[in-house]
T-cell receptor, first 116, second 112 residues
Framework: DVKVTQSSRYLVKRTGEKVFLECVQDMDHENMFWYRQDPGLGLRLIYFSYDVKMKEKGDIPEGYSVSREKKERFSLILESASTNQTSMYLC???????????????FGPGTRLTVL | LAKTTQPISMDSYEGQEVNITCSHNNIATNDYITWYQQFPSQGPRFIIQGYKTKVTNEVASLFIPADRKSSTLSLPRVSLSDTAVYYCLVAANAGNNRKLIWGLGTSLAVNP
C-alpha cells in the first residue's frame, strides 16, 4: 500500500513564525503536491514538484515556498505565518504519467494548522 | 478557463443507488477524469478513473458521454459508510498550459 505521511496532524503557531510542514512518501513517486483545503473552496494547489529540486507554482503560491532535496520528501514552508493561512494542508504523491494528467494521487492524512 | 461543477450536497438512504454528476467544459482531449472520496479528518482517496464510456470497479461505476463534458459517478446500494465528500478531478486546457481542476466536492449523506 502507498503510504504518505505528514509530520503533524495538528499544529498551532503564532503570526510571524516560520512554519515547516513535512511530507514523506514511500512509493518512489516522482510527483508530489501540496494543497490547502478550506470550507467551500475545495482543494487548491499551492506547489508541486516533479523531481528532486524541481518545483512549480500551483494556483495559490503566495506566502509559501517548498523544498524537495530527496525524492521521498517534500516540505512546505510558511516564511512568516499569517492568520489567513489557517487551514488544512494536504500532501499528495503520484507517478509520473505526465504532470498534468489526472493520474492517481495518494494523499496524506492532512495537517490542520492554526495561526493565532 | 475550464471549471468543474458538481452539486454541493446530496441525500440518500441505505440500499439506494446514488449518482453524482460533474460538469467539466474544455477538458483536455487525452486526459482522464478521476473521482475521489474524502472522510472527515482524512485525505481524499482514489475511487475510480475513466477516459470515455463506462468504467466499473468493485466500489463504483463511472459513466462518461461521448462529448466528455460531464461524468457521473454511480455508487450502487450505498451504506452508511459511504457518507463522505466526493470530488471530481480533471486536467483541463488553460491557454497553452494544462492544469488540474478539482470540483468543490459533493457532500453525500446516507441515512438509515
Amino acid at each position: 500500500d502507498v503510504k504518505v505521511t505528514q509530520s503533524s496532524r495538528y499544529l498551532v503557531k503564532r503570526t510571524g513564525e516560520k512554519v515547516f510542514l513535512e511530507c514523506v512518501q514511500d512509493m518512489d513517486h516522482e510527483n508530489m503536491f501540496w494543497y490547502r483545503q478550506d470550507p467551500g473552496l475545495g482543494l487548491r494547489l499551492i506547489y508541486f514538484s516533479y523531481d528532486v529540486k524541481m518545483k512549480e507554482k500551483g494556483d495559490i503560491p503566495e506566502g509559501y515556498s517548498v523544498s524537495r532535496e530527496k525524492k521521498e520528501r517534500f516540505s512546505l514552508i510558511l516564511e512568516s505565518a499569517s492568520t489567513n493561512q489557517t487551514s488544512m494542508y494536504l500532501c499528495a504523491s503520484s507517478t509520473a504519467l505526465g504532470l498534468y494528467d489526472a493520474d492517481t494521487q495518494y494523499f496524506g492524512p492532512g495537517t490542520r494548522l492554526t495561526v493565532l | 478557463l475550464a471549471k468543474t461543477t458538481q452539486p454541493i450536497s446530496m441525500d440518500s438512504y441505505e440500499g439506494q443507488e446514488v449518482n453524482i454528476t460533474c460538469s467539466h467544459n474544455n477538458i483536455a482531449t487525452n486526459d482522464y477524469i478521476t473521482w475521489y472520496q474524502q472522510f472527515p479528518s482524512q485525505g481524499p482517496r482514489f475511487i475510480i478513473q475513466g477516459y470515455k464510456t463506462k468504467v466499473t470497479n468493485e466500489v463504483a461505476s463511472l459513466f462518461i458521454p461521448a462529448d466528455r463534458k460531464s461524468s457521473t459517478l454511480s455508487l450502487p446500494r450505498v451504506s452508511l459508510s459511504d457518507t463522505a465528500v466526493y470530488y471530481c478531478l480533471v486536467a483541463a486546457n488553460a491557454g497553452n498550459n494544462r492544469k488540474l481542476i478539482w470540483g468543490l466536492g459533493t457532500s453525500l449523506a446516507v441515512n438509515p
